[in-house]
C-alpha cells in the first residue's frame, strides 16, 4: 500500500517478482505458491477513500488479509508549521486510521501489518528527552501527543532550544516505529491479535534522509513478509540480519 506521493515504492516492490531468491522459494503466486503482490493507492487523509479502499479489499480476499505492507510516507521540503501538520496527518494520524481499519480483516494470530521504520539505533541519536517520550509511549494518543507538542515547539521556533530534533522526517520515522510497538502491545492479549512490526532500512538499503531510490526500501518490508517474523510483533526488523 502506497500514496500517490511515492508510488514508486510500491513498484519498486514489484520488482521482487524476477529476484533469484524468491523465484526459487515459489513463495508468490506467479511462481507456484499462495502469495500475490499487488500495488493499491490510498490517501491516508480522506477516511471516506479509507473506508471503501478497506471494503474492496476485504471482499477480494474474503475477510481474512495476510500482510498489509504500509509504506506510505509523505517527505516535504522546508520545516514550516503547514509542512509538519501535513506530515502528522498523513504519516502518524493517517497511518493510525489504516491500521485501524484494516485490523479487524487480518487473518487472526498470523495477520500482519508493516509499517515503516527507522534504523534500530536512531533513538540513540535523539536528544535523551526526547528519546524518552518516544520509549514511554504506551497507546498511539502517546505517539500523536509527542507529535502535536513537537510541531508546537516548530511553529514557536524553539525546536532546538526545547530538545527536539529539528527534523519532521526523523521525528515521523520515530514515531512510527514507535506506532508498531505499542500497536502490539494493545494487541498482545486480544483473542484474535493482530501482528505489527516496522521495517528498517538500514544498510544496505539506506534511509530516505540519503535519497536512496525509493524503490529499493520498500523491497524490506516484503521480504520481511516473505520470510516471515516467526510470529513476533511490535519489533524493529533489519534487513541486513533478516530477523527482530
Known amino acids: ?29 506467479i511462481h507456484g505458491g499462495k502469495v500475490t503482490l499487488s500495488i493499491e493507492v490510498v490517501d491516508p487523509s480522506d477516511m471516506v477513500l479509507i473506508d471503501r479502499f478497506t471494503r474492496t479489499i476485504n471482499e477480494r480476499h474474503h475477510g481474512e488479509l495476510d500482510f498489509i ?9 522546508g520545516f514550516d508549521s503547514a509542512s509538519i501538520q501535513a506530515t502528522i496527518a498523513h504519516d502518524i494520524d493517517g497511518l ?7 485490523s479487524p480483516h487480518m487473518r487472526p494470530n498470523t495477520g500482519h501489518i508493516i509499517l515503516p521504520g527507522h534504523e534500530a ?25 509527542i507529535m502535536q507538542t513537537f510541531a508546537y515547539a516548530a511553529m514557536r521556533g524553539v525546536v532546538i532550544d526545547e ?36 521495517a ?14 525509493f524503490e529499493e526500501m520498500a523491497q524490506t518490508a516484503v521480504s520481511l513478509v516473505l520470510s516471515g517474523c516467526g510470529g513476533q510483533s511490535g519489533g524493529l526488523w533489519d534487513n541486513s540480519v533478516a530477523t527482530f
Open 1 to 29: 500500500m502506497t500514496s500517490s506521493q511515492h508510488l514508486t515504492v510500491g513498484q519498486g516492490m514489484m520488482a521482487l517478482l524476477s529476484d533469484p531468491e524468491i523465484i526459487t522459494s515459489k513463495a508468490l503466486h
Open 69 to 77: 505492507v504500509n509504506s506510505m510516507g509523505l517527505m516535504l521540503n
Open 96 to 102: 493510525l486510521a489504516i491500521c485501524d481499519s484494516f
Open 121 to 145: 539505533e536512531s533513538l540513540s541519536y535523539f536528544p535523551p528527552t526526547c528519546a524518552s517520550l518516544f520509549l514511554n509511549s504506551r497507546t498511539p494518543q502517546d505517539i500523536q501527543s
Open 163 to 198: 530538545g527536539w530534533v529539528p527534523s519532521a522526517l526523523s521525528m515521523s520515522q520515530a514515531a512510527t516505529t514507535t506506532l508498531a510497538h505499542v500497536l502490539a502491545l494493545e494487541n498482545e492479549f486480544q483473542r484474535n491479535k493482530v501482528l505489527f512490526s516496522a
Open 200 to 213: 528498517s532500512t538500514r544498510q544496505p538499503i539506506e534511509t530516505r534522509i540519503t535519497r536512496f531510490p
